[in-house]
């Protein structure tokens, strides 16, 4: 299949909802379009992509589910405004543009993560939303999401959003700066700060799907697979990749000492472990036949990502 169509098309779907329900400013509007600059940045949509794709898998259509998708989006844009702050990782570029604290000041931006991370939710419990843009015939229903499967969906992200995953693992990560590097403290903030809110993404697809407990166990392997890989080629491309590709400064990661996979292990086995990890993501779906190809291609994809 072409991953590439696959991912622009998914994308621009993710893009065509957010930008439909940010359509209609909220006073104040400084703190809106804080909101909007960091979200409309040029992310690639990568959670809300693994959450449709793996949806799919599951029997699912897209359009069902492209509103508790994209909250994911809001989620991940959060957590980049407030790891760009002076107090945190102090950098001035996210995908090429200025961060949001050196457009709108530390405070502003402080506040549009925190709106940003709330309005998730609210996204998340509004059935309402997002539909009447997508203009579908008439006859053309959506499938119902079950209350009890989308309290699953709300927990799920809920815990790998704050202090059991990514928040947890952010704050480990501010820890280990400058300390020696070990295998199990590394592989703790990892889990943590990455795998865990890409697992909860793909593991969105069958809790939605209400998919039996083999599937959404295969799946939540392919998560925690592919999120560990994701973090490894992010160390790596800190120190390999460019300015250009990777849309802010390279080297922050060595700058502030932190603890990461070429750390430890150098360059090379670092790859050969994000390969083994893809690996094991692919493998992880054997038991699905073709629709699960978008998420067989989108493993392959991350581990030759350049940005």
């Known amino acids: 299949m072409d991953i590439q169509a696959y991912l622009k098309e998914r994308r621009e779907l993710v893009d065509l909802y957010l930008r439909n329900y940010f359509s209609i400013p909220i ?3 400084i703190l809106h379009r804080a909101m909007t600059y960091s979200l409309f940045a040029g992310g690639k949509r990568i959670r809300p992509i693994l959450a449709i794709a793996s949806f799919e898998a599951c029997g699912g259509n897209a359009e069902d589910i492209i509103h508790y998708a994209a909250a994911l989006e809001l ?7 407030h790891d760009d702050l002076p107090s945190m990782d102090n950098d001035d ?3 090429g543009k200025p961060t949001s604290h050196k457009v709108f000041g530390e405070a502003m ?13 609210f996204m998340l419990t509004d059935n309402s939303s997002g539909y009447h843009f997508l203009n579908r015939g008439k006859g053309e229903l959506y499938k119902e999401i079950k209350p009890s499967s989308l309290i699953r969906v709300i927990k799920d992200v809920a815990f790998s959003a704050g202090m059991h995953g ?3 693992g952010q704050a480990k990560d501010i820890l280990s700066e400058n300390s020696e590097p070990d295998s199990e403290t590394l592989a703790s903030i990892h889990l943590r700060k990455t795998a865990a809110l890409i697992t909860t993404s793909v593991r969105m697809g069958p809790l939605l799907a209400e998919s039996d407990e083999t599937t959404l166990n295969a799946l939540t392997k392919y998560g925690k697979y592919v999120g560990l890989a994701f973090q490894i080629v992010d160390d790596i491309l800190d120190i390999e990749g460019s300015t250009e590709e990777m849309g802010k400064k390279i080297g922050s990661d060595q700058k502030l000492k932190k603890m990461t996979y070429p750390v430890l292990f150098g360059m090379e086995k670092s790859k050969h472990k994000a390969e083994e990890l893809i690996s094991a993501a692919i493998e992880s779906l054997k038991r699905f036949s073709s629709e699960a ?6 493993a392959r994809y991350l581990i030759k990502r350049r940005a």
């Open 93 to 95: 570029l996210r995908r």
């Open 27 to 29: 006073e104040p509007l």
């Open 293 to 298: 190809d978008p998420l067989r291609e989108i």
């Open 109 to 121: 931006a402080i506040l549009a993560g925190d709106a940003l991370l709330t309005e998730a939710f």
């Open 166 to 168: 990514m928040v947890g």
């Open 75 to 81: 989620i991940h844009t959060y957590s980049l405004i």
